[in-house]
């Protein structure tokens, strides 16, 4: 009889620990799930869009903003796509804070490509000598705001490199970083620094229950190496200097093969076997930059809603919140722009589809 409750409460004790041990690594989301859910509960809906693309004028598309997180007194499509770039900024934040740190990990290093765009604008502006108006770089991540200032000020490129050594970009920015490179090869470099650190930010990446959002994750770097390789092509680069850019960003094997072939001599079996690639490679031999990044962009939130569908705690929540947020003000700066230049609703929801 005591063998029998002993054995039982071991068998309890067992169990328990066993569920423990599967339950609490997904407890650490729950607060930032909450968050994201309660978040997405407020997104603009279709009726929404369709709504403020019926504006006769850009005042009217704002006084449709009334009782929306975007509601302002912006008074051209401009000033409201700053406004939407720091709401957006605003978010990602807030959520990113909220959640634990082996995702937090990976929003880190998207976090980057936004860092990146600031960095470029204004390095390119400097390099070029053009007059950048200050609205047009907002504060995000490690581009604080006393850093943003100081890089508005620097006199050259090579200043603003060696104060960018405070931040994540380091690793790239040495001293001798823009000894014989043109502006073109540079901007290549930074955007395959910001797709290097994601790869390996995915592939260290531990995430409870997140096998499949990995996945995903893995699936678009693939076709972010594609992307990569297409804007080289575009813009005259060469095999060698292909191969270079390869080699820095450790591409895929799949993908460096592309760096042989030309733009026009691709084919869907010379593609990495990633679906959405092949499914589109006609936009990869027509070099269809934008059209591409959108088809990807769609088959990643398709998938992650299927995703979020089936698995409502963990890191699916917060992935889907911030793409939907993402979608969001990108149809918004659509529409506005639309608006304000007078495009007829159906052109403006036919751009949308």
């Given at each position: 009889m005591?063998v ?6 071991a068998?309890?004790v ?10 609490f690594p997904m ?7 909450a968050r ?13 869009y ?5 504006a ?9 903003l ?22 957006y900024l ?5 959520i990113?804070?909220d959640?634990p740190?082996a ?12 860092e990146?765009s600031?960095?470029?604008l204004?390095?390119?502006?400097k390099?070029k000598?053009?007059?950048?108006n200050?609205?047009?770089t907002?504060?995000?991540g490690?581009v ?7 890089l508005?000020?620097a ?6 490199a060696v104060?960018l050594?405070?931040t994540g970009?380091?690793?790239?920015f040495?001293s ?5 490179k ?11 620094f910001?797709t290097?650190?994601?790869?390996e ?5 531990r ?12 699936g678009?770097m693939?076709a972010e190496d594609?992307?990569?390789l297409?804007?080289a092509?575009?813009r005259?680069?060469?095999?060698e ?9 450790e591409m895929g094997?799949?993908a460096?093969e592309?760096?042989?072939?030309s733009?026009?001599?691709?084919t869907?079996?010379a593609?990495p ?13 027509e ?7 959108k ?5 990643i ?6 995703l ?9 929540p ?10 969001e ?6 529409i506005s722009k639309a ?8 052109r403006v929801?036919?751009?949308m589809?």
């Amino acid at each position: 009889m005591v063998v029998v409750v002993v054995f039982s409460v071991a068998f309890v004790v067992a169990l328990a620990g066993y569920a423990f041990l599967k339950v609490f690594p997904m407890s650490a989301y729950l607060y930032a799930d909450a968050r994201a859910s309660a978040r997405s509960a407020r997104l603009l809906k279709k009726d929404d869009y369709s709504r403020l693309a019926s504006a006769a004028s850009f005042p009217d598309f704002v006084s449709g903003l009334k009782g929306t997180a975007y509601e302002c007194e912006c008074q051209n499509a401009r000033e409201f796509h700053l406004l939407l770039e720091r709401h957006y900024l605003g978010e990602y934040a807030e959520i990113a804070k909220d959640t634990p740190s082996a995702y937090k990990a990976v929003l880190d290093a998207e976090l980057m490509r936004h860092e990146a765009s600031c960095i470029k604008l204004l390095m390119k502006s400097k390099l070029k000598s053009i007059e950048l108006n200050e609205e047009l770089t907002v504060p995000v991540g490690s581009v604080t705001p006393s850093l943003l200032n100081s890089l508005r000020g620097a006199e050259t490129v090579g200043d603003m490199a060696v104060m960018l050594q405070r931040t994540g970009f380091a690793d790239l920015f040495s001293s001798d970083f823009w000894k014989d490179k043109s502006w073109e090869e540079a901007e290549m470099e930074i955007d395959g620094f910001v797709t290097k650190k994601m790869r390996e930010t995915i592939s260290a990446a531990r995430i409870p229950e997140g096998k499949e959002l990995m996945a995903l994750l893995e699936g678009a770097m693939v076709a972010e190496d594609v992307l990569l390789l297409i804007r080289a092509k575009l813009r005259g680069l060469g095999e060698e200097e292909q191969q270079a850019l390869a080699e820095a960003t450790e591409m895929g094997g799949d993908a460096r093969e592309l760096v042989k072939v030309s733009l026009e001599g691709i084919t869907p079996e010379a593609l990495p076997p990633v679906a959405v690639l092949r499914d589109n490679s006609e936009l990869v031999s027509e070099g269809k930059i934008v059209e591409l990044e959108k088809a990807v962009g769609e088959h990643i939130a398709s998938r992650t809603r299927q995703l979020a569908m089936f698995h409502p705690e963990g890191a699916y929540p917060i992935a889907l919140y911030i793409m939907e947020k993402n979608s969001e003000k990108k149809a918004l700066q659509l529409i506005s722009k639309a608006v304000e230049e007078g495009m007829p609703t159906e052109r403006v929801l036919e751009l949308m589809a």
